[in-house]
């Protein structure tokens, strides 16, 4: 897709130059026509002209077909990665976690800083934040009274390690499968 997207960007600008030369050329005909101190122009030099236009704005057209056809393809593919409407709540992220993980949901909810209870509700963050429309503040305050800074922290913290360990990574695709 990154590869689509340079492409897109690569018409565009290559798409800008093109309209650029063409309104060059238009305005030097234009000016070219209407300075009466102008020697005499050949036909021939304005049917030159005309060709050079007539082709720069068939190029442009080919590049206008050619960049709508990959637009196309890259909104159909980000389309798809926009997350659905859902009525998942935060509690009942908090619930599906805390059960994956063999704890109470005052365990997971608690103070404490152990290594388990603590993932457990990085992941509880991770998946409010993605999949819910509450923002950083509003799930702190839900999953054990963090601030928003925590939530970000959190969510930066799990794709690290999505990134990085396999067995983080397996859980998390074993809990999005549950919600």
Known sequence: MKNQLELAIRIVNHQNKLKGYLETNITFLNLKAK?????????HDFAEYEKHIKSLKRRILVLDNL??????EISKY???KIPKETNITINHIIEVVSKYFNMTQDMMLSKTRK???????????YFA???TK???????????????ATVFFACKTVNNLIDTDKVFRNYITKINEIL
């Open 35 to 43: 300075n009466p101190n102008h020697k005499v122009v050949r036909f």
């Open 115 to 125: 290594r388990e209870f603590v993932q457990a509700r990085q992941i509880a963050m």
């Open 134 to 148: 509450k923002s950083r503040r509003a799930i702190g305050e839900q999953i054990g009274g963090k601030d928003h």
């Open 67 to 72: 960049l709508f056809d990959i637009t196309s």
């Open 129 to 131: 934040r993605n999949i």
């Open 78 to 80: 980000y389309e798809s």
